[in-house]
């Protein structure tokens, strides 16, 4: 059984940074994504990594979050830098087994979810 517990949400002022981390148990991961859901809107991705350290992100994050991975112990990081009220939204962690040739930004991919942490930044 795979579980991914998530941690490092809460409030931030514009302009601030949060770091947000997953850790998952179970078994090892190959992708792990990160995607947020803002009140009333579709789940999004904002980013992943593989477990060989290739990244990607959103347009709309691209320069500000940073992906992370330590692989020994199962965890992934994002660092949010520089963050708007646009960001606030819930963010899931996302775990995937299987071998994608590139990082997957389609949600239904990923067969894993953290509980989603809550990210609010105020204006």
């Known amino acids: 059984q795979v579980q991914l517990v998530e941690s490092g949400g809460g409030l931030v002022q514009a302009g601030g940074s949060l770091r947000l981390s997953c850790a998952a148990s179970?078994?090892?991961?190959?992708?792990m994504g990160w995607f947020r859901q803002a009140p009333g809107k579709e789940r999004e991705f904002a980013g992943g990594?593989?477990?060989?350290?290739?990244?990607a992100y959103a347009d709309s994050v691209k320069g500000r979050f940073t992906d992370s991975r330590d692989n020994a112990k199962n965890t992934v990081y994002l660092q949010m830098n520089s963050l708007n009220p646009e960001d606030t939204a819930v963010y899931f962690c996302?775990?995937?087994?299987?071998?994608?040739?590139?990082?997957?930004?389609?949600?239904?991919?990923?067969?894993?979810w953290g509980q989603g942490t809550q990210v609010t930044v105020s204006s």
């Open positions: 996302a775990a995937s087994a299987t071998i994608f040739s590139s990082i997957n930004r389609d949600p239904d991919s990923y067969a894993y």
């Open positions: 179970g078994r090892s991961m190959y992708n």
């Open positions: 990594i593989n477990r060989r350290g290739s990244t």
